[in-house]
């Protein structure tokens, strides 16, 4: 039972433009929310999160949008760079548990 | 941010021989550290979760006496594949964990490649 969903596998956007990864979930326990960055053959790399009583969170060119009612979140990048090329995870976490539930990945290419 | 390591990077066995990996949290104690293998184009599979003085608590499906888990210190957690076979070839990521706040997050290794002839 795959709780967390990333339907997109793979995504490619222009330079410069915005990119727009998406991830839903099922378990409405889950209260904490990230998202990872992860380059072939290395570990993930943590970008950012926001917890259940926030609907939005910023960080540079990173947003994470958050819709509880439709268990849904998306991580926007603006503006994309080629160095943003990776594949990213969201994941999930529930109050009081420690372990993090991941979806299966979006493969980000961004085209000079 | 905070920084984990893994080693060894890479490695190649013989089936039926053991292999241990280690992970190490280099700037922070780490209150639990997480095992995941992750297959070609599959998501992170958590393995197992492992505090520090304690039995590492494993996934549904994960063989214990296969994989164990040593978690010496709060720095250092090892897993050892035991009599590998080529079916554990994969990739091997740990994660440490402070845990002072909810708002603390998991900083991951950079990964072991197992290739198991």
């Known amino acids: 039972d795959q709780q967390v969903k990333q339907n997109s596998p793979s995504l490619s956007v222009q330079e410069g433009r915005i990119s727009i990864l998406n991830c839903d979930y099922t378990?409405?326990?889950?209260?904490?929310f990230l998202w990872y960055k992860k380059y072939p053959a290395e570990g993930p790399t943590f970008l950012i999160s926001i917890s259940s009583i926030k609907d939005k969170n910023e960080d540079g060119r990173f947003t994470v949008f958050l819709n509880k009612s439709a268990k849904h979140l998306s991580l926007h990048i603006v503006p994309s760079q080629p160095g943003d090329s990776a594949v990213y995870f969201c994941?999930?976490?529930?109050?009081?548990?420690?372990?993090?539930?991941f979806g299966t990945g979006t493969r980000l290419t961004i085209i000079p | 941010g905070a920084v984990v390591s893994q080693h060894p990077s890479w490695v190649i066995c013989k089936s039926g021989t053991s292999v241990k990996i280690e992970c190490r949290s280099l700037d922070f104690q780490a209150t639990t550290m997480f095992w995941y293998r992750q297959f070609p184009k599959q998501s992170l599979m958590l393995m197992a979760t492992s505090n520090e003085g304690s039995k590492a608590t494993y996934e549904q499906g994960v063989e214990k006496d296969k994989f164990l888990i040593n978690h010496a210190s709060l720095t250092l957690s090892t897993l050892t594949v035991t009599s590998a076979h080529p079916e554990d070839s994969s990739f091997y990521i740990c994660?440490?964990?402070?845990?002072?706040?909810?708002?603390?997050?998991?900083?991951f290794g950079p990964g072991t490649r197992l290739t198991v002839l």
């Open positions: 378990n409405s326990m889950f209260d904490y």
């Open positions: 994660s440490a964990y402070q845990g002072q706040d909810i708002t603390d997050t998991q900083y």
């Open positions: 994941a999930a976490r529930d109050f009081g548990n420690e372990k993090l539930t």
